[in-house]
C-alpha cells in the first residue's frame, strides 16, 4: 500500500509541468552532460551579450562603478545616486536593520 502511493506521487511529479526555472536547469544540465564547457559571465559580459536589456546594463554599471567587486555593491554607500535602490545584490535582510 505505502509502495504504491510513493510511486502515485513520482508519476505526479514526472508528469506535472516544469517550471520556467526547472526548464533552464534542465537545459543547462542537459548542455554539461553533453560536454559542452559552460563560462561563467561576468555582468560585463552579460550585458554585452544583450545591450537592450536595462537589468543587464545596471548590473554592469554597478560592477564597474565598485571596481569589479560584487560585495562592494551591496555595501554601496552613495544613496544620492540613481541606481541606489535598483541596483544589484542587494541584502534582503536591509529593511530588518
Ligand atoms: S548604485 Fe552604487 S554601485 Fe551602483 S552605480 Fe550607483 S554608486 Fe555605483
Request: glycine residues 2%.
Amino acid at each position: 500500500m505505502k509502495v504504491s502511493k510513493k510511486k502515485e506521487k513520482k508519476e505526479k511529479k514526472e508528469k506535472r509541468e516544469l517550471t520556467p526555472i526547472e526548464k533552464a536547469h534542465e537545459t543547462m544540465r542537459k548542455r554539461r552532460e553533453s560536454g559542452e564547457v559552460i563560462k561563467k559571465l561576468n555582468p560585463i559580459e552579460r550585458a554585452k551579450k544583450k545591450p537592450t536589456s536595462l537589468r543587464l546594463a545596471i548590473n554592469a554599471k554597478c560592477y564597474d562603478c565598485m571596481c569589479f567587486q560584487k560585495k562592494e555593491i551591496t555595501l554601496c554607500p552613495s544613496k544620492d545616486c540613481p541606481l541606489y535602490f535598483v541596483r544589484p545584490y542587494q541584502k534582503s535582510t536591509e529593511d530588518d536593520e
